[in-house]
Structure formats: structure tokens, C-alpha cells
């Protein structure tokens, strides 16, 4: 499996998980690859960190297959996206989608946590956005 660093049109970064170069492409020629942010479809693959060093895609051997990962690796490393991509916003996550979606804030990828009342109001306001629970885990 190799992860691919995408975009989108409107620049959402985002990874993707490949079998290799060729799956990303055949998935792409039938609008299988999608923004996860705006569900744009037409997607670019751009320079990562590894790529742009030796400038070509890792060898096989530092591949890991799917089937390795467990759940719960797979779980921590959703996680660990999430807290490396998205600007914690904490209490105030209402308040800044709302100023992001009137185009009062610079778009970008927030989490944080709501009230009952906030999702009405986000809901109101015609605000996407999606709950994620945050498991404990064991050191």
C-alpha cells in the first residue's frame, strides 16, 4: 500500500491509499477518488515529504500491506491525521465554521467539540460537518 498526498481544486489536501500508481489512476479515470472536504472529484497527486527528497515513490519493501494494519492501528492513525491536519478550535468550533462558511475566516480544516445547541445552530446555517468520537487509548 503506498499513500499518496492528493488535492483537490479548490487546494483540500488529503491522503490517498494505493496498491501503486496505476490503481490511483484507473480510480481517478471513473471519479472514484473524491475530496473528502468538498467531494470534488477532480484530483491531483502532489509532492510529499518522501517524494520530494529522492523523487520517485518509496521501494516495495517499505510498503505495508492493508491487511497488516489492525483496526486499532488504523484507528490511531485516523486519529493522528486528524490532530496533524485539522486546527483545534476547541469550544469555539461553532463560532469558527459558521465564519468560515460566511467566508468571514480563511477556509482550512477545524475540530473541536459542540453543544447539542451548536449542531442545531451549524445545521441551521446549512454548515457541514461531521462528529467524530475520540476513543481513549491505552499508553
Known amino acids: 500500500m503506498i499513500i499518496y498526498d492528493l488535492k483537490c481544486e479548490k487546494n483540500h489536501k488529503f491522503e490517498g491509499w494505493f496498491n501503486d500508481r ?6 481517478k479515470k471513473k ?47 485516523f486519529h493522528d491525521f486528524i490532530d496533524r491536519e485539522f486546527d483545534d478550535v476547541g469550544e469555539r468550533f461553532a463560532d469558527v465554521a459558521i465564519n468560515i462558511h460566511k467566508g468571514l475566516e480563511e477556509r482550512r480544516n477545524i475540530k473541536g467539540t459542540t453543544t ?24
Not at 496505476?22 to 480510480?27: A, D, G, L, V
Not at 468538498?38 to 492493508?66: F, L
Not at 445547541?117 to 475520540?134: A, Q, R, S
Open 31 to 77: 471519479n472514484l477518488v473524491v475530496c473528502p472536504i468538498c467531494g470534488d472529484s477532480n484530483i491531483d497527486m502532489v509532492p510529499s515529504s518522501i517524494t520530494t527528497i529522492s523523487g520517485k515513490e518509496p521501494q516495495k519493501s517499505h510498503k505495508t500491506k492493508a491487511k497488516e494494519i489492525s483496526p486499532l492501528t488504523a484507528l490511531k492513525m
Open 22 to 27: 496505476n490503481s490511483f489512476e484507473e480510480q
Open 116 to 139: 447539542k445547541k451548536d449542531e442545531e445552530i451549524l445545521n441551521e446555517e446549512g454548515v457541514e460537518f461531521i462528529k467524530i468520537p475520540v476513543p481513549k487509548f491505552d499508553s
